[in-house]
């Protein structure tokens, strides 16, 4: 029944309001009215845990008409990276305040943020922020630069857009120090680095689109897995991003997310983010995907990566090996989307692709509930890699790279 009585004058309207604590305890709110702060800053919560809270569909910072292919998970945010709790998704959007080097290496390794080019994202913020409490002694900064970048960049080891990232932040600081820049000057630059490596990624990602967009069939059902899309990165995303790009040239597309056991991010983040940005979309477990495709229900695959050989071997989430090879069997191109700084040109082969475990508790239980008995022995590979024969074609921001002859791909260093 529709509720037309008149607006009760003693109940606030909705707005929206950012709650900030901070792993100090520090709690700030952004336009709460003081009495509400008093109440909101008692509820906030162990320190560290929760930096913004607030409904589905009311992501803080969120402009009016923004797509979620406009979104990004993290940001730069004063004295510390700001980013959206990918672990709570889809049930909550809570965003969390990270300032020291361990706090963001501790957030890359929980999985707060994940996704290769995200993960490298926040890495440079990481060093950013790092460098803005920095010493004013320039040896002491150098060393406490070094120092945030060390600990950054050990926090996981697949995704070579980690690396990438803090080497161009090496760069900049070991340019600036060789030049007698001045700290201030440094910290300027580091921080400025960042927001180029943010904006460039999403650029990237763009482009992406636009190549890979040329490659999807009107009409198609594209499946994916994993989560390669603006969570994953620094907005539009790259799986995400071709398919986003084929419906931007004007194609419809449907699409099929795999689930993406144990961590779930097909079916937590993949279909929320799909579904917010108002695409079709249909959630399946991976041991469907034979089925699907054998019935010619699915077109064709689009993935990201998380590190790709020189060869074209492309490490990306466990279990697209699995689906290359179903590909395979049933002629469906099977596409690998990913922006150049996840090309690792200094490995020949995908053999020499580190593959994270993860802990046996992934596995172990779903949603928190234990599924296995006590005790079972686990594997959980995080990655798996797909060799270069299975892959159809690799778009990266450049545009459309095929096989170049027996030895596969063909990657340099540019
Ligand atoms: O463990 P995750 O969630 O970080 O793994 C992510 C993936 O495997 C993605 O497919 C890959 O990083 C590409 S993201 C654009």
Not at 18 to 45: H, I
Not at 261 to 277: I, K, M, N, S
Not at 285 to 308: H, P
Request: aromatic share 4%; charged share 20%; hydrophobic share 45%.
């Amino acid at each position: 029944m529709p509720d037309d009585r008149p607006p009760d004058p003693a109940v606030r309207p909705p707005s929206e309001v950012s709650v900030f604590v901070d792993p100090d305890g520090t709690v700030t709110f952004s336009d709460l009215p003081a009495d509400l702060a008093e109440v909101a800053a008692a509820l906030a919560g162990a320190p560290g845990e929760i930096a913004a809270s607030c409904a589905i569909g009311q992501t803080p910072g969120r402009e009016e008409g923004r797509e979620m292919s406009d979104v990004s998970p993290l940001r730069l945010d004063g004295d510390a990276v700001v980013m959206l709790d990918q672990r709570l998704l889809p049930g909550r959007e809570e965003w969390l305040r990270f300032r020291t080097p361990e706090e963001v290496a501790g957030a890359i390794r929980d999985m707060v943020v994940r996704g290769a080019p995200a993960i490298g994202i926040c890495a440079a913020m990481g060093v950013a922020v790092a460098a803005a409490d920095a010493p004013d002694e320039p040896a002491a900064f150098r060393a406490a630069v070094a120092r945030a970048c060390d600990v950054i960049v050990a926090a996981r080891p697949t995704a070579v857009n980690l690396m990438w990232a803090v080497d161009r932040m090496r760069g900049v600081a070991a340019r600036l120090a060789a030049a007698g820049a001045p700290v201030a000057e440094s910290r300027a630059a580091l921080r400025a680095e960042a927001v180029v490596i943010l904006d460039e990624d999403v650029a990237m990602n763009r482009a992406i689109g636009r190549h890979g967009g040329e490659l999807i069939p009107d009409g198609a059902t594209v499946m994916t897995h994993c989560n390669a899309g603006a969570l994953a990165t620094g907005g539009y995303g790259t799986a995400l991003g071709v398919i986003r790009g084929a419906r931007d040239a004007g194609k419809t597309v449907k699409v099929v997310s795999c689930e993406t056991r144990p961590y779930l991010q097909g079916a937590r983040l993949t279909v929320w983010e799909l579904a917010r940005d108002g695409f079709d979309v249909t959630l399946i477990t991976d041991n469907s995907a034979g089925w699907l495709m054998s019935r010619g229900l699915i077109q064709c695959v689009v993935v990201g990566a998380d590190r790709i050989a020189a060869n074209g071997d492309a490490a990306n989430k466990i279990g697209t090996y699995t689906h290359a090879v179903l590909a395979h069997r049933h002629g469906i191109p099977f596409y690998v989307a990913a922006p150049t700084s996840t090309l690792d040109p200094t490995i020949p082969d995908g053999e020499h692709i580190p593959i994270e475990e993860r802990a046996a508790s992934e596995v172990l239980s779903v949603g928190g509930v234990r599924v296995a008995a006590e005790p079972t022995r686990v594997r959980n590979p995080s990655f798996d890699v797909t060799p270069w024969q299975l892959i159809t074609a690799i778009v990266t921001e450049r545009g459309v790279h095929r096989p170049a002859g027996p030895e596969g791909y063909g990657f340099r260093r540019s």
